[in-house]
């Protein structure tokens, strides 16, 4: 059935159905869309129930959105040309855009269908002042800017961001005094490789700069501090600090209780707000030396090596004053990365510790015996070589995830359903590049729980080059035989990149059970190919990348937020850290506040916008049942959508479900015990942009079933007849005129055939002729 006149389509009621008369009280608000997951949207709420979002109706929700934004990262003050100076006057508040410019971008998100945010602040924007000096200024401007997310049908969870523990380290995230409490010089640190800082300043745009950053993960300063967030009363127990109180405590306490007491405030403030349905502790955490295995080597798994990366032991050293041999790592093929060179560095002797600093000035590790300084011999000893793998008092081998993480994420939740309420879902993820840890049983989790993993690919992240060819790094890092970690093509990436998020998916399934999965964190490199993009305006390599990974994504039937949608972006800068370039929108580029039209139909939204083919799609909103497969393309505008009714909890179903429960499957979800439908409504978000001058066909309905399209709400109701428990439903929906094609979907056989047709005809030819003698 086609749509009804425009005067007819803004609304079907479920209770024009004979099948379903009389429910309209159950019904979503008539001026709510499919992507709205205000109360309105979603009959008063949303909430976890197994693997599923669901919402008030009992339907199953795919959640969409962004990260806001790669800006909040650095002050609005920041100066590169002083940093590390003037730390403690930052602010943070007009971060990610002031509030007067609010209805333009949540207007931007919610025509795009992304109206699910990753909500983005730092511990230094909090309290970057020192210990207990909260920057409430900072904290008002948050939740009014906050509150205004539900007029767009927009929800968030709020994230406590960091990078390499802190601006002052490389990255982003902690105040600079978290440094000095555990004995750190911030004017000291480059000199003896104990931080990379330089793409902070303002670089990380060059070639010889690229993709350093990360590095600074197992360098002296982030490494140390991480050590000591998590497992200071073990490793470092002679650190003692004074507490805002006026007693002495240990290191590892101060800096927990303080991060504790942060994240309450924030709790606190925001927490009673519609839009903000939980709260993430902390972006991509590190152990830091805990579970190292050598203080001569990496680990290859988790860390990167470019440029001067020295060991554990040579970072020590250069820490301490002492000029150091360090090898210089390059880009290689197959490894990503070799050693090519060696240099002494720190000739001047520069120190990393504060010499009025609580350590005295001497290197925190050598204070607790993990290495000395042979005064005979004019060299570096090191003195326990297992000090981070094992228990020092015990001789217990440790586990960070069992006996660090794990038990603060537990202290962390109800801390902060302390002052929020026990219905608030905690978003959490495990180190970079790991899958779940199945040592992450139930009684190790807080409930309410979302696993919420990042995935990049990794080779066009190290290389920032993206063409033909991909490669599966994942599966290279894991012992896949290297040829079939190779893909070509669109076709090939496409089948790579689902290959990989479905990995890092059903392992979550697998260590959790059924727990929702969302990828918190998942992008392109927008200055891929030397940004050749910027010169000459065409985007079709991004265009691709982007396509490949929201297919994968797609095909694993999880909710996503891109990153990142960053308002600050710009050719030149990027998103003005450490050299990264991921926004796919620049307000540079975008039209003036007195030109938009908010309305959802409005092409002045678009602007400033690149690569929206690949980011604005359709997808199933808020599903009647449980959905199966969704596949869309993006050269036709055509998706396919299959959903089935949940299935009543007799004994042989939930049978079947154990099994579906045991082996994991992305696309084979438990049938069974699912929350009563109270609507038999699919709402699909169809964006305005495809179907705008376009008639919206879906074929596979059941005579009785029916759609409409509604333009004005970017919303594709789908209403069922037939809703038995177990209906398996499934659709086709098209446009018509089909739009132009995006690019080719290009494969080996396609684009390389004809030459191995040829090559063998060839060869076959040449076999003929030499044996062509001994038949005559």
Known sequence: MVARTDSEASFILVGEDPNTAGTEAHLPNRESFAHDWSSAGTGGRIYLHGRHVVDGYGRVCSLRGVNLSGNCKTPVNHDHDSFPANHAEVTFVGRPFPLEEAPDHFARLRRWGLTFVRFLVTWEAVEHAGPGQYDMEYLDYVRRLLSLMPQYGIVAFVAVHQDVWSRYTGGS??????????????????????????????GGHTEEERGLWPCGYQKLAAATMATCFWAGDMFAPK????????????????????????????????????????????????????????????????????GHVPTAFQSFMLGAGHPTAVGYWTRSFPLPTRMTSQRVINTAGQKAWQEDGPTGGKCLWEIHGVW???????????????????????????????????????????????????????????????FCPTSWTSERRPSNMVFAPHWYDLNTLFNKAFGNFTVNVQGLSRGMFPMKAFYWGQKGARENFALQIRNLVEAGYRALGETPVVIGECGIPMDMNKGEAFETDRWDWQMKMMDAMITGLEKSLVGFTLWNYNPDNDDHRGDDWNGENFSWFSQKRALPTSWLDYSQTSPTLDNGGRILRAVVRPYPAKTAGIPLRFEYEINTGEFTFEWVVPEIATESALATDARRVARASANDPPRAGHPPLKTNKTEIFVPSQLAHGRKVVVQGLASEDRYVYDEAHQTLTILTHKNEPGTVHRIKVSVSPLPKPAFVVNDFWSDWGFHVFSAGVFVGSFIIFLLLPYFL
């Open 173 to 202: 995230g902690a105040p600079a005094w978290t440094l000095e409490a555990v004995g750190f010089d911030l004017h000291g640190l480059e000199e003896p490789g104990a931080a990379w800082l330089k793409g902070i300043k303002g």
């Open 372 to 434: 000395g300084w042979d005064q005979k011999k004019n060299e570096g000893v090191v003195l326990r070589e297992n000090y981070f793998k094992r228990d020092p008092n015990t001789g217990r081998e440790i586990d960070w995830y069992t006996d660090f993480y794990f038990p603060f994420v537990q202290k962390w939740a109800a801390r902060v359903r302390k002052v929020t309420g026990e219905d608030k879902i905690v978003f959490t993820e495990p180190i970079p590049n790991e």
């Open 239 to 306: 650190l003692r600090v004074q507490s805002r109180d006026g007693s002495e405590v240990s290191i590892q306490q101060f800096l927990q209780e303080s991060f504790l007491s942060m994240w309450e405030l924030v709790a606190r403030t925001v927490g009673d707000l519609e839009a903000v349905i939980g709260f993430e502790m902390m972006n991509e955490p590190h152990r830091g030396y805990i579970e190292l295995q050598s203080m001569h080597a990496f680990d290859y798994n988790t860390d990167l090596h470019l």
